[in-house]
């Protein structure tokens, strides 16, 4: 139960789901991503390292390189599912408060 917890929070801010969609699409050295995502250096590893520490991505060492990449594709399922039940949630609002 921990680690679907764990996994859970580690999905609950935008940065870090926005790093695992950039990472299925193709492996990735930080730097890279640092000049992706505008946001500081520091806050990036930090989310970096929520990911890692939840076992969402891996890092690798390729010389002075650490490269990134996705530990499990199926993580980016469940962020579309849990898209689709969000809009889902927001379309029953509207509805309801549309009568």
């Known amino acids: 139960m921990r680690d679907i917890i764990v996994i859970f929070k580690a ?15 193709e492996v990735r050295c930080s730097c890279e991503l640092e000049e992706l995502f505008p946001i500081d250096k520091t ?22 390189r650490k490269e990134l990449s996705i530990s499990d594709k199926r993580i980016i399922d469940v962020i579309k599912l849990a898209s689709e039940i969000s809009k889902d949630i927001e379309r029953k609002t509207l509805t309801k408060l549309q009568k």
């Open 11 to 25: 999905l609950s801010c935008k940065w870090r789901i926005k790093l695992l969609e950039e990472l299925s699409k």
């Open 43 to 64: 806050t990036l590893s930090r989310h970096i390292k929520i990911l890692v520490d939840a076992g969402l991505i891996k890092e690798t060492r390729n010389g002075t």
